[in-house]
């Protein structure tokens, strides 16, 4: 069987194309600096809407198999990798959606019922067992004294991210996953996730020194290709295009149930549905604008930025600028960030929701390709315009949006900014609405939800996305809608408020009935008192050749004990 459109990849920078998902999935970024995308984004089959009453597994494959070849992933692989993956999660319905205020028809979806308790989680469960697949197959067709294909997975974080990569890492065979973090500073339980985590593959390094210095620790690896050839070194970071995939399914399964909850009739007039999305590097409301570019009927995706406001600053105005904030005064909540891929660097504010605290946002530029691409094209980027013999003109239009792409980010990189077509500026607004919640409307929120809401708690990202969900209701209220349509809202709640203790506390202590240690989860109960496994690395051995020498020594060690 050949390959559709919606199943090769292309670089956003157009310096390679006709790509594989597996290519695509073990290079991560392009070669050419660009980001993987879909040659064109699929269409939903005709009888799309009998996927209402599926399992999330086998949404998940329904949806995976229009962006995977069969010829490369059967179907029963592609099964249980989904299998596998979302085993590993503790409801039922992986992700599920809970009313959140009943009057106000706004709804909830929980995506951090994964083994680290935060959305991360559904993605990098994922691409765990993809890269574990993608290696056995190669090692399964080995000839005589071939070496064993291996990849060697580095990444620095100073929260979520490493936890969550660990967690979709461990055990998996002929991977080892190496996570740099600073010692002392990130915070105890996200230390404890990741430290006690004993699998032989896994090594947690502990730095004597900053995030940036880890961070920096990692790119020189990267730049080493001495070393990124010797021990296959691959990246997790949230650029990969498989943790995008990954995410789409669930804007399907919240589209399901709440048509369920609601009572609504599934082949019906479909309900005006609008998500709101807490955003940092644009990944989770990237696989949104996915679902409704392949057909799911949404009405509207909202960006919900914290004060790092880069992309609610463009759907302003259509320009996309670097901002640097002044130096944070410590001392006002001394924030952990969260998300190791783009937190602390320079100029970036720390605020609540450190998930969030970026300078640029990295999956920013797939969107902005697909609307270039599509303003080229005269047309969506789905599966039509080629299936209706236009590939010429498709490929023109691809190039085109690369060209455009490439000058973009080449005034981005010289001047800090750049600025798209009103054209371009117009189809982003059709699509999206955007937000900006500052701390004091986060803590505020989340005050008003356990007043308001059956003393529900939000963490402090899932408050950002919320407070914008009730700002979009509050502006729409009077908008025209065809009559008897209702309106809903779906809010994703990215991470459980466990995690961010100082924000939540910061809401709610002092109200009467609320402890902190009543939310924390059984799951991190005992959990700093367990046996850890960390390497030290002292600050004289924060060098190249200092980390690359722990690296080759541990992952001689893996093979020896295997
Ligand atoms: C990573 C993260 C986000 C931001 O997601 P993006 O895909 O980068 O937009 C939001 N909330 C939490 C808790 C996260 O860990």
Known sequence: MSSSDAQTYTSTRGGSSGLSFEDVVLKGLAEDGGLFVPQSIPLLPSNWREWASLSFEDLAFEIMSLYIARSEIDSESLKEIVRKSYGTFRHKDVTPLVPLDKAKNLYLLELFHGPTFAFKDVALQFLGNLFEYFLVRR????????????????????????????????????????????????????????????????????????????????????????????????????????????????????????????????????????????????????????????????????????????????????????????????????????????????????????????????????????????????????????????????????????????????????????????????????????????????VATIKAIYAGNDAYILDPHSSIGVTAALRSIAKTFEDPLPQHTRRYLVSLATAHPAKFANAVDLALSGVQAYTFADIIPAEFAGLEQKERKVRLIAAQDRSLAGIRSVIVDEVRKESVAS
């Open 139 to 442: 090692n399964a067709n080995l000839q005589e004294g071939e070496k064993r294909h291996h990849l060697t997975i580095v990444g620095a974080t100073s929260g979520d991210t490493g936890s969550a990569a660990i967690y979709g890492l461990r055990n998996k065979k002929d991977v080892s996953v190496f996570i740099l973090f600073p010692t002392g500073r990130v915070s105890a339980v996200q230390e404890a996730q990741m430290t006690t985590v004993l699998d032989p593959n896994v090594h947690c390094l502990s730095v004597a020194g900053t995030f940036d210095d880890c961070q920096d620790m990692v790119k020189a690896l990267f730049a080493d290709t001495e070393i990124r050839k010797s021990q296959h070194l691959a990246a997790v970071n949230s650029i990969n295009w498989a943790r995008i995939l990954a995410q789409i399914t669930y804007y399907f399964s919240a589209y399901f149930s709440l048509v369920r909850q609601e009572g609504l009739d599934p082949n019906g007039e479909p309900p005006h549905v609008t998500f709101t999305v807490p955003t940092g590097n644009f990944g989770d409301i990237l696989a949104g604008f996915f679902a409704k570019r392949m057909g799911l009927p949404i009405a509207k995706l909202v960006v919900a930025t914290n004060e790092n406001d880069i992309l609610y600053r463009f759907w302003q105005a259509g320009k996309y600028e670097k901002k640097y904030a002044p130096p944070n005064d410590p001392s006002t909540h001394g924030g952990i960030a969260a998300d190791g891929a783009a937190a602390h660097e320079e100029g970036v504010k720390e605020t609540l929701s450190p998930a969030m605290d970026i300078l640029v946002s990295s999956n920013f530029e797939r969107l902005v390709w697909i609307l270039l691409y599509e303003q080229q094209l005269g047309a969506p980027a789905t599966t039509t315009a080629t299936a209706t013999g236009e590939g010429n003109t498709a490929d023109a239009a691809r190039r085109q949006a690369s060209k455009d792409i490439n000058s973009l980010f080449a005034s981005l990189k010289a001047s800090g900014s750049f600025e798209v077509s009103q054209p371009v500026l117009q189809a982003a607004l059709g699509d999206f609405g955007a937000e900006r919640v500052s701390d004091d409307e986060t």
